[in-house]
T-cell receptor, first 112, second 115 residues
């Protein structure tokens, strides 16, 4: 069964702290996507990771991909309240061009 | 501006009714998708289409139907056979993912509630 597991599913943290969200997947893939969703809103693309060892950074968010371990991480540095949202990872299996497999999402609450 | 337009944003359905959610994109994308999201949950694929006049069932296609008569449009009909349709519905589009890892772009979503 194709599975994408995010950990943790819920995270409450203080502003200024660092934390990491993990995304493990069960299928062979070299394409992983991170999205952000605000409450009641649509999904916004954050990162597209296309190869083993890929690292991308945008502001206080940094994403990385280890295809051998089938693991991606989303690291938050010095969190601010505006980063409060639900974060999803999604994986494109090697034998597919269209059907992403989605994680359940990590709900992140950052307290002032 | 290029993008994906979903309508209506809010829709109420009576028991036994069919309703249709509209999705239009002007991104010139070949692939289009419909996802369902229940409160506090992830996304589940209902249908997707790789090309005009062709579409495939996703993981939860029962009780839904789609058409793809034009490249720009991919309407979703929620039929009376869908017993629990209350959810947030997201339309999306992309070029084939094999092309340099193109990402999926989402519309603003439609909230469907059964009354």
């Amino acid at each position: 069964e194709l599975k994408v597991e995010q950990n943790p599913l819920f995270l409450s943290m203080q502003e200024g702290k660092n934390y990491t969200i993990y995304c493990n997947y069960s299928t062979t893939s070299d394409r992983l996507y991170w999205y952000r969703q605000d409450p009641g809103k649509s999904l916004e693309s954050l990162f597209v990771l296309l190869s083993n060892g890929a690292v991308k950074q945008e502001g206080r968010l940094m994403a990385s991909l280890d295809t051998k371990a089938r693991l991606s991480t989303l690291h938050i540095t010095a969190a601010v309240h505006d980063l409060s949202a639900t974060y999803f990872c999604a994986v494109l299996p090697m034998d597919s061009n269209y059907q992403l497999i989605w994680g359940a999402g990590t709900k992140l609450i950052i307290k002032p | 501006d290029g993008g994906i337009t979903q309508s209506p944003k809010y829709l109420f359905r009576k028991e036994g009714q069919n309703v249709t959610l509209s999705c239009e994109q002007n991104l010139n994308h070949d692939a289009m998708y419909w996802y369902r999201q229940d409160p506090g949950q992830g996304l589940r694929l209902i249908y997707y289409s790789q090309i005009v006049n062709d579409f495939q069932k996703g993981d939860i296609a029962e009780g839904y139907s789609v058409s793809r008569e034009k490249k720009e449009s991919f309407p979703l009909t929620v039929t009376s056979a869908q017993k629990n349709p209350t959810a947030f519905y997201l339309c999306a589009s992309s070029r084939p993912q094999g092309e340099a890892g193109n990402t999926i772009y989402f519309g603003e979503g439609s909230w469907l509630t059964v009354v």
